[in-house]
C-alpha cells in the first residue's frame, strides 16, 4: 500500500486512497465509532492495547509521516497532500505510538545526520520498532542544560559516557536515546558538547522510575556508568552537540504545545470539548451547576475556543516539521501558551466534578497490597489530569526559559547579562 499511496499526486486522489486503505484495514468496530463519535468515539471503544498490536498496518502504511522520503517510512508527499489526507483521516484518531522518536531525534537526524544513520534510525521509528527518549536533564542543569556534566571519553572507535540524567520521559520504555554529554571541559560550555545516540539497554545504563503525583510513572532517573556509544552513533561533529541539540528542544517544545501538536496533545485528563461534555453531564444531576450556570458556560466556551486557536496555530507549526525542517523559536510559543492553557482545562474539569474531585470509593483490600497503585486506579480521570498538568510548565523547557527565548529570538531583546559568559566550563560554578 505504502507504493500506491506515495504514487498519488493529487490531493483528491490521496484522501480517496487513503480512505480506501483505512476502510480495508482498520477494524469493523473503530470504523463505526469514527463515523459516528468521531475520535472521542474511538477512544470508547479502542484500548490502547488493541491500537499497539494493529500499530504496523499504519506503520507500514506511510501515512504516519507523509511528507517523509519513501526511503525514510514516508510518502514523499508535499503538504498539500498531507494536510487533505490529515483532515480526512482526523475522525479515525490514529496517532504516532513513538511521538519522541518523531518528534525528538528526527529533527535532528534531518538536519544534521548522516544518510547512514537517517536509513539506519528513521524507519524503525516510523514503524514503532524502536521507542526513543531524551537525555538532556540533569540534577545540576535542568534550565541551565548547558552547563550539563556527563562526559563522554573517547576510547579509539567508541565513547564512555558517564554520568546521570533526570526526569526522562519513557526512558523505562525506551531502546534509545537521544544524549548530550561533555566532550571538552575546557572550552565554554556550549562549545563543549557532543549529541549522541545511544543504546537504552546495554550495560552500564540503569533507568530508575520516578512515580509522580498523579500516581503513574512517565519520568525516570538514568544513571550512565561507562556506557559505550560507537563514534557512528554521534550525531554532527565533535563539540557541535548544542547546535544538534536545538533541532531537538525545538521539536520537543512543539511536541508538548497543546491541541493539534501532532505530538503528546494532553498527558491525562480532559480537552475543552470534554469540558462542554462534563459540564452538560453536571447540569443533568445538579440544580442550577454545570451547563445550565451561564458563569460555567462562560469559562468552559471560552476555554474551549482558546483550545481550537491552539490546535489550528500548532497545525500550522506542523506543516514545518512534516517537510521534514526543524521549527523554530515559535514552538516556544505555542509550550509556553498551551501549557498554561492546558493547566486551565484540568483546573476547570476538576472544579466541574465538584466533591467528586476529591473523595473517591475506598478500594477493598488495598492494605494487602499497593494502596498508591490501588487508590490510583479509583482516582476521576480529571482529577490525575488536573495532577500532571502541572508539570506541563517545567518539561520541555520552563515557561520562564521559553519566554526568554520568545523574548531573544522573536522580539530581538538583549539576552540576559552572564558574568561567566565565555569562560572555560569547568571555571563555571554549577548546582
Request: aromatic share 8%; net charge neutral; proline share 6%.
Amino acid at each position: 500500500m505504502q507504493s500506491v499511496l506515495a504514487r498519488c499526486d493529487s490531493p483528491d486522489e490521496a484522501v480517496r486512497v487513503a480512505l480506501d486503505w483505512v476502510r480495508s484495514a482498520v477494524p469493523t468496530e473503530w470504523l463505526r465509532a469514527a463515523e459516528s463519535d468521531g475520535p472521542s468515539g474511538v477512544r470508547a471503544v479502542r484500548t490502547p492495547e488493541e491500537y499497539r498490536q494493529w500499530y504496523p498496518a499504519f506503520g507500514a502504511s506511510g501515512l504516519v509521516v507523509p511528507t517523509w522520503p519513501v526511503e525514510y517510512g514516508g510518502l514523499g508527499w508535499n503538504s498539500d497532500l498531507a494536510v487533505a489526507v490529515g483532515r480526512a483521516l482526523r475522525p479515525y484518531h490514529l496517532p504516532s505510538l513513538n511521538p519522541l522518536g518523531l518528534n525528538l531525534a528526527a529533527p535532528a537526524l534531518f538536519a544534521h545526520g548522516t544518510e547512514e544513520q537517517r536509513l539506519r534510525y528513521l524507519p524503525p521509528i516510523v514503524r514503532n520498532e524502536e521507542v526513543w527518549c531524551q537525555l538532556f536533564s540533569e540534577p545540576g542543569a535542568g534550565s541551565d542544560l548547558a552547563s550539563l556534566s556527563t562526559r563522554a571519553t573517547p576510547s579509539g572507535e567508541d565513547w564512555h559516557i558517564s554520568g546521570q540524567k533526570v526526569w526522562t520521559t519513557w526512558a523505562h520504555l525506551a531502546d534509545f536515546g537521544v544524549l548530550l554529554a561533555r566532550t571538552d571541559p575546557q572550552v565554554p560550555k556550549r562549545e563543549g558538547i557532543t549529541y549522541f545516540l545511544i543504546d537504552m539497554h546495554q550495560p552500564g545504563v540503569e533507568v530508575r522510575p520516578l512515580r509522580h503525583i498523579g500516581g503513574e510513572i512517565d519520568f525516570n532517573e538514568v544513571f550512565l556508568d561507562d556506557a559505550r556509544v560507537p563514534d557512528s552513533q554521534r550525531v554532527g561533529a565533535v563539540g557541535t552537540g548544542w547546535k544538534v541539540a536545538r533541532a531537538t528542544l525545538s521539536g520537543e517544545r512543539q511536541m508538548v504545545s497543546g491541541a493539534g501538536s501532532g505530538g503528546v496533545d494532553r498527558i491525562g485528563g480532559a480537552g475543552a470539548s470534554r469540558l462542554v461534555r462534563l459540564a452538560k453531564e453536571k447540569a443533568t444531576r445538579t440544580q442550577g451547576t454545570g451547563w445550565s450556570d451561564s458563569t460555567v458556560r462562560a469559562a468552559v466556551t471560552r476555554l474551549w475556543a482558546e483550545e481550537r486557536m491552539r490546535e489550528w496555530t500548532n497545525q500550522r507549526v506542523r506543516s514545518t516539521l512534516a517537510a521534514g525542517r526543524v521549527p523554530g523559536p515559535e514552538s516556544s510559543i505555542g509550550k509556553v501558551h498551551g501549557s498554561d492553557l492546558n493547566q486551565r482545562i484540568q483546573a476547570c474539569a476538576a472544579a466541574l466534578l465538584g466533591e467528586e474531585a476529591t473523595t473517591w470509593p475506598a478500594v477493598e483490600g488495598a492494605w494487602d497490597g499497593d494502596i498508591a497503585e490501588a487508590y490510583r486506579q479509583q482516582m476521576p480521570a480529571e482529577v490525575r489530569g488536573m495532577l500532571r498538568s502541572r508539570a506541563n510548565t517545567i518539561e520541555g523547557g520552563t515557561s520562564e526559559v521559553n519566554k526568554n527565548i520568545i523574548a531573544e529570538k522573536v522580539l530581538g531583546l538583549p539576552r540576559e547579562p552572564d558574568s561567566w559568559e565565555g569562560r572555560p566550563w569547568r571555571e563555571v560554578p554549577r548546582g
